[in-house]
């Protein structure tokens, strides 16, 4: 059974940083993407970031410059490295990975950014 799971959200206050992480268990083929979602209340889902296999990345404009996706294929996981957080950033935070046969969700972390 395929499982995600993210960690690393918090309370931080605006211009501090985090670290979220989402570990993959239980998937057995190559992960082409793995990508970060977040959703703040009463607001759609938004992509934040995503890298490729072959490390290619891709950030929304809200986050560039002050975010950093990494990932780490032996242990199929993925961060993102949150610095200069800002109150717009607060949402739950929802990691995704994508195989040739499947996507997986986790069920998201929460980040909270004070003014």
């Known amino acids: 059974q395929v499982q995600l799971v993210e960690s690393g959200g918090g309370l931080v206050q605006a211009g501090g940083s985090l670290r979220l992480s989402c570990a993959a268990s239980g998937i057995k083929t190559i992960i082409n993407a793995m990508t970060w979602y977040r959703q703040a209340p009463g607001k759609e889902r938004e992509l934040v970031a995503s890298?490729?296999?072959?490390?290619?990345?891709d950030y929304s404009d809200s986050v560039k410059g002050r975010f950093a996706i990494s990932r780490d294929n032996a242990k199929s996981t993925v961060y993102l490295q949150m610095n200069s957080l800002k109150p717009e950033d607060t949402a739950l935070y929802f990691c995704?990975?994508?195989?040739?046969?499947?996507?997986?969700w986790g069920q998201g972390t929460q980040v909270t950014v004070s003014s």
């Open positions: 890298i490729l296999s072959g490390d290619i990345t």
């Open positions: 995704n990975m994508n195989t040739p046969w499947a996507n997986y």
